[in-house]
């Protein structure tokens, strides 16, 4: 099956895919549309106007609109002018590791960022007060503050490599035991 608009053509695949994506994307708390939009500009081979999106997704323009500013927001869609044409056009970073980067950012932002705040609101809280009742609480919570307070240091120093250098660690897959001497 391939659906037609005047600007992209989406074979059964593509469609396949951005069905898939927009899950995916719910799944990880996404609105599925949005998720959706993404797919669809990063498999087009050319950028596309908001006319060209709603059509190929069958969506509102607002919600083409919408969906296109959130993800101009996190910085993996662009607008951009085509030369005589006044509408405005859109198109996805198409480096994958790139992208990964960007979107693993913004969910440490949005997930790990707040919750660290409120773990450390939540010992100070719990190490104000002496009572019986938390002891058991606050040794959970300091615990769970613990990992996230080593490992947010690394995600973050993981998060400025360069995508060679991402791409090189991804090599060591199954050989980091045997580079740190560890055992199993």
Not at 65 to 77: A, D, I, M, N
Not at 113 to 128: F, G, K, N, V, Y
Request: hydrophobic share 45%; net charge positive; charged share 30%.
């Amino acid at each position: 099956m391939t659906v037609m608009t005047d600007q992209t053509e989406l074979s059964a695949a593509a469609r396949k895919f951005v069905v898939h994506w927009g899950e995916l994307g719910q799944r990880w708390g996404i609105n599925r549309t949005v998720a959706q939009v993404h797919a669809l500009l990063y498999l087009s081979p050319k950028p596309l106007d908001i006319k060209a999106i709603s059509d190929a997704l069958g969506i509102a323009r607002s919600n083409a609109s919408s969906s296109l500013r959130e993800l101009r927001g996190w910085g993996v869609v662009r607008s951009l002018h085509v030369l005589g044409d006044r509408r405005e056009h859109f198109e996805a970073i198409t480096d994958v590791w790139e992208m990964f980067t960007i979107l693993a950012e913004a969910r440490k932002r949005r997930e790990i960022d707040p919750t660290l705040a409120i773990l450390r609101e939540c010992a100070a809280e719990l190490d104000s007060r002496d009572q019986i009742a938390d002891r058991y609480v606050r040794t959970r919570i300091r615990a769970m503050l613990d990992l996230f307070e080593a490992v947010t240091p690394l995600v973050d120093e993981f998060l400025r490599l360069p995508p060679a250098a991402i791409r090189g660690m991804l090599g060591l897959r199954g050989r980091l035991r045997s580079l740190l001497k560890m055992r199993a």
